[in-house]
């Protein structure tokens, strides 16, 4: 069965340092987004992309985030100078349509 | 916006026993509501999904939910707990439009089963 797949599944940072978080989508998917989850709160929503743009993103989308479809099968989320408070779950998706498939997800700790 | 509203952050029951999850929404016309799943350190699992076709949805794992209109709700429920669902749940509404099927979570119930 086809599935998200995410890379690292843990990764530890500095303060003020940046990082790439990884994700393959379904190849016949459409649409690809990031969401995060804060320890012990509701998962929330980051951004959007569709044909190669970023078709929504939230408040919490600020100039730290990027993203980027570099080739036909990754979608990566770069966080520019990290923060203690971006230490979260951040979870990929992909979807044709309305059913999204999450990827395992990628503990970033930033210390 | 449309958004979802878990009344319960937590849910214990005893194993053989129903599981009730509620789940209300809010939204201006006929939403898109899906069940996700999430063990403990794994990723966010689809239980089940309606779109607007029959109001009682059958999902993975013995799960189903009933959409019910008039009263706004989108109760998760199961006949017989098994200590494997033992995780957090949560209720999820699409917004959709333009050019992405956004989803935005419900804050989550914990559901514990206990032996």
């Known amino acids: 069965e086809p599935e998200v797949t995410q890379t690292p599944s843990h990764q530890v940072t500095q303060m003020g340092q940046e990082v790439i978080l990884r994700c393959v989508p379904i190849?016949?998917?459409?649409?690809f987004y990031w969401y995060r989850q804060i320890l012990g709160q509701k998962v929330e929503f980051l951004v959007s992309?569709?044909?190669?743009?970023?078709?929504?993103k939230s408040e919490i989308f600020d100039d730290q985030f990027s993203v980027e479809r570099p080739d036909g099968s990754n979608f990566t989320l770069k966080i520019r100078s990290t923060k203690l408070e971006d230490s979260a779950m951040y979870f990929c998706?992909?979807?044709?349509?309305?059913?999204?498939?999450f990827g395992q997800g990628t503990r970033l700790t930033v210390v | 916006a449309q958004s979802v509203t878990q009344l319960d952050s937590h849910v214990s029951v005893s194993e053989g026993t129903p599981v009730l999850l509620r789940c209300n929404y809010s939204?201006?016309?006929?939403?898109?509501l899906f069940w996700y799943v999430q063990h403990p350190n794994k990723g966010l699992q689809l239980l089940l999904k309606y779109t607007s076709a029959a109001t009682l949805v059958k999902g993975i794992n013995g799960f189903e939910a009933e959409f019910k209109k008039s009263e706004t709700s989108f109760h998760l429920t199961k006949p017989s707990a098994h200590m494997s669902d033992a995780a957090e749940y949560f209720c999820v509404v699409i917004n959709s439009g333009g050019s992405n099927y956004k989803l935005t979570f419900g804050k989550g119930t914990l559901l514990t089963v206990n032996p």
């Open positions: 939204s201006s016309y006929s939403p898109s």
């Open positions: 992309f569709y044909n190669n743009e970023i078709s929504e």
């Open positions: 998706a992909s979807s044709q349509t309305t059913e999204a498939f």
């Open positions: 190849s016949n998917h459409l649409y």
